[in-house]
């Protein structure tokens, strides 16, 4: 099939822009082009990345934050999605699981250390930009958190290029439990907690239903919006994926499917989160913060994924849909309420056959 449904998705959580969205958008790239501009193989590349709006992300989940931390939660995001983008190409860190790993280990290695002079490696130098702007708003129990989250967020990374290489498609709980670390869980709630200047630090099991169904939405969610993407690379790691291929379902079928757990999770984490609201814990200012900041990370991720050209092509501009037909194969798509293919020659007519993939070097 080269195009399906996606019906449209409950979005119970709210949605809000950060009152400095734009400027917070403008100095990120900034820091991007700065910081990172040298992973990228050419110029264009790098222009690319910056036209998937990926400087939003921040201003989208931390909405309410001061500037400064919205700013560095930003930077921190658009941080790791030139990680990410890199292991997506076969030309730069998605080549070599092996390969992957030692560089990895490199950005670990000059993240824990601090040291005045980190290694070559601009990721590196980015990193410790970073460590050093965020890790004074954390606890001493946070920042061995923070350090514990990007290992985890590498090794899941690193363990997808695995999968592509091998050509395997894992079952659900594998991927979901591999996604879990490739797509940050354990940072994006520590950014929340950093926005909100909060400490969450060892009330993992009194929040444990919250995190289990709300990071599974945003997954769930993730992998149904960027599946244009993620099928032009071949990734094997992403629930449309293992639903046709480990579960037998056709393409419809595995979207309709992963929509209903959309549902689920959405449903349960919004009863977890009343349960605990309602509870003993819940006239605590710091819990309360917390969860209003979990609420709008969720709502604001998805709303950002519906905006992105990096999942719908370069060029593409969003407007408003939230449900449609979207096609594989058209250079740029869009939300249409008729089957049949992007017919607007404005858009068919733009020749590239770019999957908004920047190209990236290994360095």
């Not at 980015?126 to 460590?131: F, I, P, V």
């Not at 349960?275 to 200012?285: E, F, M, N, T």
């Amino acid at each position: 099939m080269t195009e399906f449904f996606l019906p449209e998705l409950p979005r119970l959580l709210p949605v809000a822009y950060h009152p400095k969205a734009t400027q917070i958008e403008i100095r990120s790239n900034g820091w991007v082009r700065g910081q990172l501009g040298t992973c990228f193989a050419r110029e264009d590349d790098l222009l690319l990345f910056l036209r998937q709006r990926n400087g939003l992300y921040g201003p989208l989940t931390v909405p309410h934050a001061d500037e400064q931390r919205a700013l560095d939660v930003t930077d921190w995001y658009q941080y790791v999605t030139v990680i990410d983008s890199s292991v997506s190409d076969r030309s730069s860190l998605g080549a070599d699981e092996a390969d992957a790993r030692v560089v990895f280990a490199d950005i670990m290695d000059d993240f824990r250390s601090n040291r005045d002079a980190p290694g070559d490696l601009p990721y590196s130098r980015a990193g410790q930009d970073l460590w050093r702007r965020i890790s004074p708003g954390f606890s001493r129990a946070q920042i061995q958190r923070f350090a514990d989250a990007l290992e985890s967020f590498l090794r899941g990374c690193a363990t997808e290029i695995g999968f592509k290489q091998a050509d395997r498609v894992p079952d659900y709980e594998t991927c979901m439990a591999i996604r879990m670390d490739s797509f940050g869980c354990q940072f994006i709630r520590l950014m929340t907690e950093y926005a909100a200047d909060v400490d969450m630090t060892g009330h993992e099991t009194l929040l444990a239903d919250v995190h289990m169904h709300g990071m599974r939405q945003m997954i769930l969610v993730n992998d149904l919006l960027s599946w244009r993407k993620e099928h032009a690379q071949g990734d094997k790691m992403t629930l449309v994926r293992v639903f046709i291929e480990r579960e037998g379902l056709l393409l419809q079928q595995a979207i309709d499917g992963l929509c209903e757990l959309v549902e689920h999770h959405e449903s349960a984490y919004l009863a977890a989160r009343d349960q605990l609201l309602h509870g003993p814990h819940g006239s605590r200012a710091d819990i309360r913060r917390y969860l209003s900041g979990l609420d709008h990370l969720i709502g604001g991720s998805q709303e950002f994924e519906y905006l992105t050209p990096r999942y719908f092509g370069d060029g593409y501009v969003w407007d408003g849909s939230t449900s449609g037909w979207l096609s594989l194969t058209a250079p740029v798509t869009r939300f249409r309420p008729r089957p049949g293919g992007d017919t607007d020659p404005h858009i068919s007519a733009a020749g590239s056959t770019d999957q908004s993939v920047p190209s990236l070097t290994r360095g």
